[in-house]
């Protein structure tokens, strides 16, 4: 009880000095994360939306095979993505690795999954609904697709921010990828992983309270600028 | 180039090996508002899927009288149950133009238009899936109409409605078979068949029973099943 309310006041602390360590890795968790977030959906989004209305001799088994990557072990992505980008690596002459870059890497391949697999639930019941109509206007693959994705968009918002939830409170990937290095890799949760083997348990917990902070804050925000609850709307 | 004529030779559609309609032979020449008539089961749905393209022609061919990219862009299609996008009634009204590239100033102009001749000119910034089964209706037929299509098919377009809305419908109908638009449309609506057809196709376990004007029709159809039909029997 006594780390807790140490682990409170020390965040209470953290934010109201503005601490300059703080808001430094808090801006890398955000830029890492939304970084990813953003390549994420603009793969996994149109992918869900191919799935959904394309019929190809393969699809049933890739719509598994995306659902069963939802559960990839971020630990085993960080361990690839350190491989494909180390030293003697393929990628190792783009000297990525313990960079931004590699985290961002590592939480795209581990978010994509997620967000096709909730997006594609979405777009083929959305799907279903609309194949007649759009079949009889004689629609491109590709016209149906957007119109998909941007009747669905309030649907795909929830299943981006479900991405989100993923990236910002991942740490086994990011730490194998980014070597949690001061001033240049340290995002919140390989912070918080630090701390906690120091025995720093106020910090770290203070930490952790800015980080959920962080997460509904940034959910919230995105709620309100999309109007998602708004009467009427989807 | 027109449509028409429409020829229809051995058409069919099976599904899992059970054959749904045909063999079909027709010849349709636009006629004005060709009614689709039969009891339940018989095939209509079918044969206008299958006609506009949307359903897949297992055997036989049907032939326009243009290519058959320019017959898709000239056919719109109305359903039974109305599907609405998830869209206001304006953007839905703007969907097929915008499809088309038709400029975003212009297709509201046009979208406002037809709104307008449905009667939903008040109701453009509600979300089409909260309007009523009639509104629905109206507003999914004067999205199929926006393009100004040679040919629109419409299977049971009032089956759902209310008499009002029924009058509506038809009135807006009227006025695109007087504007010189084919219509070809499925009924179970006897006085309905009677208000709009220029000729009737009679149709029993997907085959064609009978294909003839509309008043012939009505005042003395040839096949048994047909007098059947009208006397409002059970036709098996």
Redesign the interface.
Known sequence: MGDLWAGLSEAFRLLVTLDSDLVEITLRSLQVTLSALVIGSAIALPLAAFLAVRRFRWRRSVIAVLNALMGLPPVVVGLVVYILLSRSGPFGVLGLLFTPTAMIIAQVIIIVPLIASIAHQSLRD?WS??H??L?????TQG?KMR?LLW??RRALLTASLAGFGRAIGEVGAIMIVGGNIEHATRVLTTAIALETGKGDFALALGLGIVLIGLAITVNLAIHWLTKTEQE??? | MSLFPLSVRGAQTSRRGKVLVGPLDLDLRGAGVTIVMGPNGSGKTTLLRLLHGAARLTAGQITWACDEAQARREQAFVFQRPVMLRRSVLENLMYPLQLRGVAKPQARTQAEDWATRVGLDGMLGRHATHLSGGEQQKLALARAMITQPELLFLDEPTAALDGRATREIEAVLRAARASGMQLIMSTHDLGQARRLADEVIFLLHGAVQEHTPAREFFDAPKSIQARAFLRGDIVE
Do not use: K, P
């Open positions: 959305l609904e609309y007649d109509l079949i009889s206007m004689n629609v016209q119109t009747d669905a009427g709307r989807w």
